[in-house]
């Protein structure tokens, strides 16, 4: 399962108010009247190829700011599908080295921690896994930490946890500060910063424990994205905690997890967690199992196998489920990865479940493959006998 961190609506407004004024950071001097009108741009615009032409045009001028708020917008705004080319285009190969050169060079205390989360969160969604970038970043954050406010720190966390540069010294001091203000974090900073801590390995077992008495008291403001997440973190970390695994699974409703933004990653994460942490809560199983078959179809295939595992894993064998997944396996089977597969039809024997669907629709496509091969050969057999047949024919007529 993967981690995730979103900021709310009300700080995605509040960060581009303040860029567009280019007071966001206050990093370095006090930006003038060209640079807060280029931060403006690029705050107003909506495409990558927009914000890449405010870049083009005018790279040279770019303060500290400018350069991060450009990042920052490419990673906002850019779709999943065209990051590859986004990290491919000059344009932005320029802006990149353009940041490495400032955070290379700044002084102790230049980046303030709103740039520096910033930075490590954009250079995570677009997949730029530099390791010269995150650890100057690195550098910078261990100078400031104390400085950092939740949304900082546990943005930070997640963006390292996620890239997988885990610096052990970066994630000691970040926790020794979490631990300071954890009263003051709102329940997708919570979660974030436990997925954070179990996913890097580096487990405070004592702020786990604070992390779940806070998440009981805030428990009415959690949405499931925030609280599937948060369990998912104690499994991973190998800390189950009863009361806080309890009190989750009477929010897991049908109507509760239906709703919810993402919900397939939200039932994939909560079955993992009950699975993995074995806590057998026959009520949150049945209610995944009843929202995952009325939604599988917006499933990704490794989340389709990943809950299967889970209820294997668990033991509990859903027939409507199950045959939910068949009717999908067989209907995408083009789609799985064949570990995937492997790892499906394991669950099933493991729960004792006819694969006979998957294990037809698996041996149909093999043989249309077989099918497609010999054609592909025969036809390529032909234009050979062909070709031989007019060389023949020329070197006699020759």
């Not at 590859?84 to 802006?95: A, E, I, Q």
């Not at 900082?152 to 979490?178: C, H, I, P, Q, Y």
């Not at 104690?234 to 997890?257: I, M, N």
Request: hydrophobic share 45%; charged share 15%; glycine share 6%.
């Amino acid at each position: 399962a993967e981690g995730t961190a979103v900021a709310t609506v009300r700080q995605r407004t509040r960060l581009d108010n303040s860029r567009a004024s280019g007071t966001g950071t206050g990093s370095g001097s006090a930006p003038g009247r060209a640079q807060v009108q280029l931060n403006a741009s690029l705050v107003q615009s909506r495409t990558s190829d927009k914000i890449l032409q405010v870049v083009d045009l005018h790279l040279e001028s770019f303060n500290a700011v400018n350069l991060i708020t450009a990042l920052h917008r490419l990673a906002t705004v850019v779709v999943a599908a065209k990051k590859g080319h986004l990290r491919r285009d000059v344009r932005f190969k320029r802006l990149i080295h353009r940041l490495a050169d400032t955070l290379r060079s700044a002084n102790a205390g230049a980046l303030k921690p709103q740039d520096l989360s910033n930075v490590a969160w954009a250079l995570t969604k677009l997949n730029l896994l530099n390791a010269s970038l995150f650890g100057h970043l690195a550098d910078h954050i261990m100078l400031t930490i104390g400085s950092f406010e939740p949304v900082n720190l546990s943005m930070t966390l997640w963006a390292f946890a996620r890239s997988g540069f885990l610096d052990e010294k970066l994630f000691r001091a970040a926790a020794s500060e979490v631990k300071n203000q954890l009263a003051e974090f709102q329940p997708q900073q919570i979660a974030n910063t436990t997925w954070a801590m179990a996913k890097s390995g580096f487990v405070d077992e004592s702020l786990f424990v604070a992390a779940a008495d806070l998440a009981l008291e805030k428990l009415s403001e959690f949405q499931p994205m925030n609280y599937s997440m948060l369990l998912y973190s104690f499994a991973l970390a190998k800390l189950p905690h009863p009361r806080l695994f309890e009190e989750v699974g009477r929010q897991c409703t049908v109507q509760a997890l239906s709703s919810a933004l993402s919900a397939p990653h939200v039932v994939t994460n909560l079955a993992l967690a009950y699975s993995e942490a074995g806590v057998a809560n026959e009520q949150v199983f049945q209610v995944v199992a009843s929202v995952a078959s009325s939604t599988l179809y917006n499933f990704r295939t490794q989340q389709i196998a990943t809950l299967a595992q889970a209820f294997a894993r668990a033991g509990v064998r859903n027939e409507r489920l199950f045959s939910c997944v068949s009717q999908a396996v067989v209907g995408r089977l083009v789609e799985f990865k064949q570990q995937d597969l492997e790892d499906l039809l394991s669950s099933y024997r493991g729960l004792g479940l006819s694969t006979a669907d998957i294990a037809h629709a698996i041996q149909a496509q093999q043989c249309q493959d077989s099918d497609t091969g010999t054609r592909c050969w025969l036809v390529l057999a032909f234009f050979v006998s062909v070709f031989i047949v007019l060389a023949m024919w020329r070197v006699q007529t020759g």
